[in-house]
């Protein structure tokens, strides 16, 4: 939890801006992005105004400013960098939008946004969790590890969960998921000292540093009968090594890319068709955009869950806009500890 439940600003006369200078081809860098302030916009019939309260900082943002095949447009440059954040409006012009209600939405790294109805993912009860929460637990990270495992993982009482970047955001939740419905969870992230967090806190059974472990070993021992669920957020090698530890009839949820460090050119690695074939995998793709509707089932679950003491949540919260240049590459540096999110209330 942190101390940030209530925004304490008063209104400026300007919007600061972070926008997006130049396509990057790889991680965004900070000199991809450049501070800017323009006046704070003024809503027209249909619109409403949010002065952004958190900043989301997610690792999709690095296929939001590439041009590289995407399940979204890039990001045009010379705009604000496309972000989620948590929000109040302060004007509105919209028929079913008060001023004063708190929403989470497509609001972007700024002071303020002129936003309409397609650009809210939730409308937020304050009374439910600390406002932060909504931009993480509540908040795309908490609702994909939930729906992602559920609807694609179908984990079954008993199954052993792997599951790639452990200790972050949606990690730490899909462990915690996972061990709510009866499951054995195993992790994989990036530092000793992640690993013990993910056992401590977010109750992993076993966890291993994917840099200096040995992990066709640390797997064959710790999933001995197989991997029933792979929730993999990483591609590359280790979802290479991943795919030769299932079990018959294994599900492999492709959740995200981050060991991926680049697509011009598309990657190559090992081949594991052969894999697929004789362990009778699937292997689905999530896109959380896909499962709007699923959404307010998810939060009332993680809900009652956070209110009955069993999911366990951090969040790494800075508070300057001048943070968020850097803050995608920190985030492929694995510098995070929990939901990475910038306070500029
Ligand atoms: N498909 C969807 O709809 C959807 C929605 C939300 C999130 N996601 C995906 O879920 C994943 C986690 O997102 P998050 O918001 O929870 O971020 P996060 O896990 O809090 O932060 C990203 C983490 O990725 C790990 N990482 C970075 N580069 C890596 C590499 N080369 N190899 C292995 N691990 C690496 C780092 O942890 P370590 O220190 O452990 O390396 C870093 O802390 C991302 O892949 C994201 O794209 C997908």
Avoid at 24 to 42: C, K
Avoid at 189 to 201: F, L, Y
């Amino acid at each position: 939890m942190n101390q940030h439940h209530v925004p304490a600003f008063s209104l400026p006369t300007q919007n600061r801006q972070v926008l997006l200078a130049k396509r990057p081809v790889a991680i965004p860098q900070a000199d991809d992005f450049e501070l800017d302030t323009a006046a704070v916009p003024v809503p027209v019939n249909g619109e409403f105004l949010v002065r952004n309260i958190y900043l989301s900082v997610d690792p999709a943002q690095r296929g939001w400013a590439q041009s590289a095949m995407n399940y979204s447009e890039p990001v045009e440059l010379g705009s604000p960098m496309r972000a989620l954040a948590v929000g109040q409006v302060v004007d509105s012009l919209h028929d079913s939008v008060q001023k004063g209600e708190y929403l989470y939405g497509w609001f972007n790294w700024q002071d303020y946004c002129i936003a309409r109805s397609e650009h809210i993912l939730s409308r937020i009860d304050p009374g439910l969790a600390p406002l932060s929460c909504f931009a993480g637990l509540l908040g795309i990270n908490g609702v994909t590890a939930y729906l992602a495992l559920t609807s694609l993982g179908r984990p079954q009482a008993g199954d052993t969960v792997l599951v790639s970047t452990a200790a972050g955001a949606v990690g730490s939740l899909v462990s915690q998921i996972a061990h709510n419905l009866g499951c054995r969870a195993i992790g994989l992230t990036g530092s000793d000292d992640k690993v013990a967090v993910a056992i401590e806190r977010y109750h992993y059974d076993l966890a291993y540093n994917y840099r200096t472990a040995d992990l066709d070993q640390a797997l064959t021992e710790a999933a001995p009968d197989g991997i029933n669920v792979f929730f993999d957020n990483t591609g590359g090698e280790i979802l290479d090594t991943a795919l030769r530890k299932m079990a018959v009839g294994g599900r492999i949820v492709q959740c995200g890319t981050a060991a991926v460090s680049t697509w011009q050119p598309p990657p190559t690695g090992l081949r594991n068709e052969r894999e697929v074939l004789t362990r009778r995998l699937s292997w689905n793709g999530f896109v959380i955009f896909d499962h709007m509707p699923k959404w307010p089932e998810a939060i009332g679950t993680l809900a009652s869950w956070l209110r009955e003491g069993k999911l366990h949540y951090d969040e790494d919260i800075s508070e300057r806009i001048e943070d968020a240049p850097s803050a995608i590459d920190e985030l492929y540096l694995g510098k995070n500890r929990g939901k990475r999110l910038i306070y500029i209330g």
